[in-house]
């Protein structure tokens, strides 16, 4: 059939873990891995996916779901191109920024309809979540790691 089945019978890692360290291992030059299905189906999961994003910081990672799409967005700032253009005909864009890595002190944004500035973020505190793309990039500032979350289903 060509296709091989490898066995790994660790059970300190998960499924993610082992794919993406297989892939690292076969071509180390991979920079970039989209994960269709990453998002959705078992809570646990979905948390243990997006905590393969801090693992792999170095690894850009996009996890994929039915309904939405997230990554990780590292300290300092980063550029997010959108396919917003400002016309009537645009579909509306929402996105979250979860501070997945603890507390982030300075987070700013713009291109948001509520951008950031200097804000903090953290659970049991503030946490954006259903904002709304209105630029065609939109910036984040922040000291901490964030997940960037896009809804697809609107």
């Not at 953290?122 to 964030?146: C, H, P, Q």
Request: with cysteine.
């Amino acid at each position: 059939m060509g296709v091989k089945i490898t066995r790994i019978p660790d059970q300190d890692t998960t499924d993610l873990q082992k794919a993406l360290d297989l892939v690292l291992t076969l071509d180390p030059s991979v920079s970039r891995t989209f994960v269709l299905g990453g998002l959705g189906g078992s809570v646990s999961h979905t948390f243990a996916n997006i905590n393969s994003l801090l693992l792999y910081e170095k690894q850009e990672i996009v996890l994929i779901g039915r309904e939405n799409v997230a990554a990780l967005i590292r300290p300092g700032k980063t550029f997010v191109k959108t396919s917003y253009s400002g016309l009537p005909t645009d579909k509306k864009m929402n996105c979250s920024l979860i501070p997945i890595s603890g507390p982030a002190d300075h987070v700013t944004t713009t291109g948001l309809r509520w951008n950031l500035d200097d804000s903090s973020l953290a659970f049991g505190g503030l946490v954006s979540t259903s904002n709304e793309i209105v630029s065609a990039e939109v910036a984040i500032t922040t000291d901490k790691a964030l997940l960037w979350i896009i809804d697809l289903a609107n």
